[in-house]
């Protein structure tokens, strides 16, 4: 081989390495994105205790509600985080159950004057929506992440790189559940104490 071929061969074999490293570095990214919605959620289910001890005060006739919560919170606690694609996209279904259950509690907490104006309630409410945004800030990252890897292991060399990286099954993006793209009707969740 003469001295182009092997320069050939040089730029060829860097090009390639580039690709790989890209794929590796983008899949560590995904991996990052996820640890970060694990800590969000473990926050939030750290927090989902406190409403509920704070809400029994007030909402007796509510029980089988905040127990629907109580459930849901430990099937989404129970998940592992992990990096299988299925397990990813279970962990993210039950994680939009919970929301929604959520959601409901505090449709239905509008209906007790006396817990709205509760200062631990507020306060619980205050944190929970913070945690909140912090988790769709979250996902936001893991989505531009994923979609980045997506991109790599797409585009030539990609798909001949894929696999000696670890990314040839991308985890699924977050997407909203079905019910969280319907329009809300507040007045379903609602009931007289």
């Not at 919560?69 to 990096?83: D, I, N």
């Not at 006396?114 to 945690?131: F, T, W």
């Not at 980045?148 to 798909?159: C, E, T």
């Amino acid at each position: 081989m003469n001295t182009i071929g092997w320069i050939v061969l040089a730029v060829v074999l860097a090009g390639l390495y580039f690709w790989y490293a890209m794929i590796v570095t983008r899949r560590n990214r995904v991996a990052e994105a996820l640890a970060g919605i694990d800590v969000q959620l473990n926050q939030r289910h750290d927090l989902i205790p406190n409403l509920l001890t704070i809400a029994r005060r007030f909402m007796e006739h509510e029980r089988d509600l905040l127990d629907d919560v109580t459930a849901l919170r430990a099937k989404a606690a129970a998940l592992p985080g992990g990096q299988d694609p299925a397990g990813i996209a279970g962990k993210f279904a039950a994680e939009g159950q919970l929301e929604a259950g959520l959601g409901r509690l505090f449709a239905v907490a509008e209906n007790y004057p006396a817990l709205k104006s509760d200062g631990p309630m507020i306060e619980a409410q205050r944190g929970y929506q913070e945690v909140e945004t912090n988790i769709a800030a979250a996902r936001r990252f893991y989505n531009s992440a994923v979609g980045d890897l997506k991109n790599a292991i797409q585009i030539f060399p990609g798909p001949l790189l894929a696999a000696l990286a670890g990314a040839s099954s991308p985890p699924p993006f977050f997407e909203a559940p079905e019910a969280a793209r319907a329009p809300v009707d507040a007045a379903t969740y609602l009931t007289t104490p």
